[in-house]
């Protein structure tokens, strides 16, 4: 990991999430666990390197902790969950896991809006000015346990604008050029974006779901 995220601090312990956290435990694979674990962190730290405030640092942290809870449930139950929106969902129900995991810890009774929206949005890109939201999926992208995207987290430690400008060109990228199917909601939001210039597309980075 880059040293600047090192030199960071993590957050103090947060009332009431170790007992969600032991839910994500009990719900993932270890090594999912460890991912999501590294997520919080990177989230957190975007977080603070960009100027949010502890308080928003904190729940990017939560959203960190929370955005997999869904991800090893079978397909059959993420659709229960999250029904679909569209044919991808219905033949790619991984891409549900967000909209699932949101579903299931409000059942729960979890109600924080701005965390439950990053981790539904953590599998098709932040809805437009969701900073907490931005730091979840850039995190969940970069983190150094997947090997792929440094330049992306190292651009997020300074400017988180231009860092989820990448990562979203980088993954439709990606997936057109290996004439995979892009959904909806984050071909919405790469339409959305600035016009990039030829400097913003660099190598994609894999598929989120890999």
């Known amino acids: 990991m880059n040293a600047k995220v090192l030199d960071l601090p993590l957050p103090p312990a947060l009332p009431g999430l170790g007992d969600w956290e032991q839910r994500v435990r009990l719900m993932v694979r270890p090594r999912r666990y460890e991912h999501v674990r590294r997520v919080a962190q990177l989230a957190y730290q975007i977080a603070l390197s960009n100027g949010l405030s502890f308080s928003e640092a904190n729940a990017a942290y ?3 902790i929370l955005h997999d809870i869904a991800r ?3 397909d059959s139950e993420l659709l229960r969950l999250a029904p679909a929106e569209c044919d991808i ?7 549900l896991h967000g909209r699932a995991g949101r579903t299931l810890l409000e059942h729960w009774g979890y109600h ?3 965390v439950l929206e990053a981790i539904e949005d953590h599998t098709t890109g932040p809805r437009a000015g969701h900073q907490i939201s931005a730091c979840v999926y850039i995190a969940d992208v970069s983190e150094p346990g997947r090997g792929v995207n440094d330049d992306i987290r190292e651009l997020a430690l300074s400017d988180l604008s ?3 400008n990448r990562a979203i060109v980088s993954k439709v990228t990606y997936l057109q050029g290996r004439d995979l199917p892009v959904h909806p909601r984050t071909l919405k939001r790469f339409e959305a974006l600035p016009k990039p210039p030829a400097s913003l597309i660099l190598t994609p980075l894999p598929h989120a779901e890999e």
């Not at 969902?89 to 891409?95: F, Q």
């Open 72 to 74: 090893d449930l079978p």
């Open 89 to 95: 969902d219905l033949r790619h129900p991984l891409a």
């Open 112 to 114: 924080d809006q701005q």
């Open 162 to 164: 231009s860092a989820l």
């Open 62 to 64: 939560t959203a960190g």
